[in-house]
C-alpha cells in the first residue's frame, strides 16, 4: 500500500462567520474525501463537524463542495485530484451552514411538505394497481433519489439568490411533480388538483432555463433535466394553451 500527505483546505466555521483551514493529511491507496475528513478529525480536528451515515452513496448525509464543485465526500475517491494538488472542501453554498462542513438542509423538507402526495385512483384496491413498464420505469428512475440535495446546491436560480427560495422548488421537488404528472394512476386531477398548474404557479416552474447543472452533478445518474422537467415544461405549456381550458377558463370566471 502506498501513502502520501496531501494538502486539503477545510472551511471551519459557524452562521457568524469563518474561513478556509490549512491541514496536511495522509492518505492511503483507495481512499475517499470522506475516509480523508474522518483521519483529519482523528488526528488534528477532533471538533471538525461533518454530517455522514452510509458512506456507500446512498444516504446523501455527506453532500459538499470539493474544488468548487457539488460532491458526495464518501464517492469522491483522491485518486481524481493530483498529489501535489490542494483539495478544498466547503460546505453547500446555497444552504446556511450551522458548523463547518454541516449545513441547513431544512428548505428542502419544506419545499418537499409543498409538494401534495400521490393520489390514489378511487376504485382500485391497494395491490391492484397495473400499469404500462415504461410508465414504472420513468418513475423508477426518479426514485432513484437518494436526497443529497446537490441539485438544489447547485441550480443557478437559488445558489446566489436567496430572494428565489421563497418562489422556486428547485429540480429535486419539481422532478416529484413531474413523476406525479406523468404517472398514469395519480388520480389528483379527480380530485381537482392540477399539478401542471401548480408547477408553474406554485412550485416556480418557470424559474428554470433549463441549463442543466442540476443533471451534472447528480450521483445517481437521473436525467432531471430531459426527462422530468422539459416534459413537465411542455405539458403545462400544452395545458395553457388548450383551447378547451382556455374556454372552460373563460366560463369560470364569468
Ligand atoms: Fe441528489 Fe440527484 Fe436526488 Fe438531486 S435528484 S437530490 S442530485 S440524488
Ligand atoms: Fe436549475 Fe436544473 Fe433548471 S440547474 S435552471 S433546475 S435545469
Ligand atoms: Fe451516505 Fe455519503 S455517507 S451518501
Redesign the pocket.
Known sequence: MTTYDARFRVWRGDAEGGGLRDFTVEVHDGEVV?DIVHRLQATQASDLAVR????????????AEINGRPR????TRMSVFERDETVTITPLRAFPVIRDLVTDVSFNYAKAREVPAFVPPPGVAAGAYRMQQVDVERSQEFRKC?E?FLCQDTCHVVRDHEENKAAFAGPRFLMRVAELDMHPLDAAADAGLDRKRTAQEEHGLGYCNITKCCTEVC?EGIKITDNALIPLKERAVDRKYDPLVWLGNKIRRR
Do not use: E, T, V
Open positions: 470522506l455522514w451515515n452510509c458512506k456507500a452513496g446512498k444516504c446523501g448525509s455527506c453532500s458526495l465526500m464518501c464517492m437518494i443529497c450521483p
